[in-house]
């Protein structure tokens, strides 16, 4: 099990960026994937961006070419950098980690993106 903690949140306006970060109660190197998802008010939980502990990443069609993720596996942190935001972006991001099959969730960030 790992304990994550999110923090990097907050209000950016349309066009703007934003870097989430998640930070691991014990080393991730043996991690094999972790990822951030996001929730929207009313709508599922969607996966945004994962990347493996060898660095390959994948995006979600919507945040493609706009978000990139990436993990320092000696800092034990998995981080979001986010650019270009609309206001469909907004939601509340939550960094995840696969362990022995199952999700172990951190507690969430909110990301608003409005003028």
């Known amino acids: 099990q790992v304990q994550l903690v999110e923090s990097g949140g907050g209000l950016v306006q349309p066009g703007g960026s934003l870097t989430l970060s998640c930070a691991a109660s014990?080393?991730?190197?043996?991690?094999?994937?972790m990822g951030w998802y996001r929730q929207a008010p009313g709508k599922s939980r969607e996966l945004v961006a994962s990347i493996t502990s060898g660095g390959s990443a994948n995006y979600a069609d919507s945040v493609a070419g706009r978000f990139t993720i990436s993990r320092d596996n000696a800092k034990n942190t998995v981080s979001l950098q986010m650019n270009s935001l609309k206001p469909e972006d907004t939601a509340v991001y939550y960094c995840?980690?696969?362990?022995?099959?199952?999700?172990?969730w951190g507690q969430g960030t909110q990301v608003t993106v409005s003028s």
């Open positions: 014990r080393s991730i190197s043996s991690i094999y994937i």
């Open positions: 995840c980690a696969g362990v022995l099959g199952r999700p172990n």
